[in-house]
């Protein structure tokens, strides 16, 4: 009987449990992490997701079946750990049956200081020891915690193993981070002239500073940005008039909004918003600043602690622009 009520307590937990959550890294990581996703589904039947292009890299950790889809419907078993992100194209991913997984959401200098790795480097595959063995017995433990439905466990891992990275790391925020970061501030709006104005040198050497520190250009940085997060207004909110998207974003017209989507997506705006409407609330949203309620002990949440929080202040949309309008009315919270 007690073993039963065991069994029916856990079973009870995992009903509650969301199949996505969004959860905030310590403090101290917040420079370098955005955010940790927690993954546990039971898949009924094969399915095939498809990951749009992303502005982080994400190191994945899972315990389940999946592939990544390749020319030609080509399946590809995916590593059990990896580094990878910065994409300009669009990946499949095929899961089936159940699916534990959990991704840490990286700023591209985190990626780049911590484990040495740059855009458009190949994925590192942490399990097969690709970013050193202690990376790789990291793997197996945080693999293992997964498995025995223990993301809890994974999590604290995971948190520990990054403050010890972080805390052997010298290296200071310099030119090139600091306009990264306000580029998210802007939501990749400013051009490389106003960010070399701000950090007093020329254009030229801004583009060399930023290469350096942060791993990837910053144009390439910028289109991402700007990219996700239309696809994020687009998610949340199909109805809204792409030309409005396209001055809110600092996109020179329509036309322009929908040759990116089409560039880095494989579709056009319309159709990312048709499919957005169809889908609904079926899913929680991952990408969005609309987010449950996290239930990890002792981690108040804050939607505006998603954005890059180093060197004084929360980035937020531009006051006055009218994506801080819908920033603020989506999320509830007055910046």
Known sequence: MVADAGRRAVWQSRRMR????????????????????????????????????????????????????????????????????????????????PVRAMRVELYPWAARQLFGWSFPDAPLDLSAGAAGPQAAAMARAIGRALSADDPETALGLVDEWLLRLAADQTEMAGPGVQAALQLYDSWGQLRVADLAQTQDVSPRTLERQFQQEVGVGP???????RFEMSSIVLNRDPAMSLATLAHDMGFSDQAHLTREFRSLGGLTPGAYARMSELRGQKEAPVRDFELLMLTRPGREFDPLQLLPQSLGGRMVPPPGSPLSDFYNRRIGVTP
């Open 18 to 97: 969301p199949p996505r959550r969004l959860l905030l890294p310590s403090p101290a990581l917040r420079p370098l992490v955005q955010v940790y996703m927690v993954v546990d589904e039971n898949l009924v039947s094969e399915e095939r997701h498809v990951s749009l292009p992303e502005h982080t890299a994400h190191l994945t950790f899972h315990a389940g079946r999946n592939w990544e889809m390749g020319a030609g419907g080509l399946l590809t078993p995916m590593p059990q750990a990896q580094l990878s992100g910065l994409s300009l194209t669009p990946t499949q991913i095929v899961s089936s049956g």
């Open 219 to 225: 144009k390439t940085l910028s289109r991402l940005i």
